[in-house]
């Protein structure tokens, strides 16, 4: 249970970087997270340590095609984030 608990606080935490680098435009910004959720099969309520690394990869190139800079941030922000994952 702790393994998926912590997946879910590393999932919530890559949402909310995500939206707040679209300026916190929720609108635009959460259609994206649950495409990229869709795309690579990824159960919200129990993704797996690989599932996020396919969505937070998919969340940085997307968002460098509108903000190259906040993007790299990002990437090194999801990296911290999923190595502590086990």
Do not use: W
Request: with cysteine; charged share 25%; aromatic share 10%.
């Amino acid at each position: 249970m702790q393994k998926i608990d912590e997946n879910l606080r590393v999932e919530d935490e890559i949402i909310t970087m995500f939206c707040e680098s679209c300026k916190s435009d929720l609108e635009f910004a959460m259609p994206i997270v649950k495409q990229a959720f869709k795309k690579f099969n990824v159960d919200f309520s129990a993704p797996s340590k690989e599932g996020l690394q396919n969505v937070s990869t998919h969340l940085v190139n997307t968002l460098y095609s509108f903000n190259p800079g906040g993007s790299q941030k990002l990437k090194i922000e999801y990296m911290k984030l999923i190595n502590e994952l086990k």
